[in-house]
């Protein structure tokens, strides 16, 4: 469910309009965030529906009828969304998570989640949120989606664009400029996955 989804459903179960500013005070965030998350397509959070439903008195979710879906859990690992860098580690562990979360989920695919560490992707995704990803199998590239790949070595979390014989690289925080993957690197970019869902940090 995306934000904008929530708003509505909010609207029409307390049959008043609700804003941004409100919904923001709700989840504890700011209205700025909100209404980038709106644009974004951001994904609501379980822990933001269930605060959803104690702000405003309504059943939102029913985790008794969502589906769940198990996903492992890299605990130890970071990838990162500033510099590039990354920590792997066997530790794993399954974790269950409502499937209603993850974008275009299926039983079919293979889900994992790690840590994010940095700002690049700022306000989309924060340092320390947890991102869930659907892992890579042969599909095309899909314009401004968020991608975990390694380039050069090195692993990012950063949206993914092609343009004619390059793909470019982008930040959400306009304090990180764009880059380029000139075709003749094009074999050095390696895709793990597409984040389908960020478990926003409680900190």
């Not at 050069?152 to 470019?168: A, G, M, P, T, Y």
């Amino acid at each position: 469910m995306k934000i904008d989804e929530l708003i509505q459903i909010i609207s029409e179960k307390t049959g008043a309009p609700v804003s941004q500013s409100l919904l923001a005070e709700c989840l504890g965030i700011t209205r700025q965030t909100v209404c980038n998350r709106i644009k974004n397509l951001s994904e609501v959070t379980v822990s933001e529906l269930q605060k959803a439903e104690e702000f405003f008195k309504v059943k939102i979710f029913d985790s008794s009828n969502s589906e769940i879906a198990y996903v492992d859990y890299y605990t130890d690992v970071f990838a990162s969304c500033g510099n590039g860098s990354i920590v792997f580690s066997s530790s794993k562990t399954k974790l269950p998570i409502s499937a209603s979360i993850i974008r275009g989920y299926s039983k079919n695919k293979l889900y994992s989640m790690i840590n994010a560490t940095g700002n690049s992707m700022s306000p989309t995704i924060e340092d320390g949120d947890k991102l869930i990803v659907e892992h890579w199998n042969g599909e095309q590239i899909q314009d401004d989606k968020i991608y975990v790949f390694c380039y050069n070595n090195e692993f990012f979390v950063k949206r993914l664009s092609k343009n004619i014989d390059e793909i470019i690289i982008k930040s959400d925080n306009p304090e990180y400029r764009a880059r380029t993957i000139p075709s003749k690197a094009l074999s050095e970019l390696v895709l793990i996955g597409k984040i389908v869902a960020a478990v926003k940090s409680l900190d």
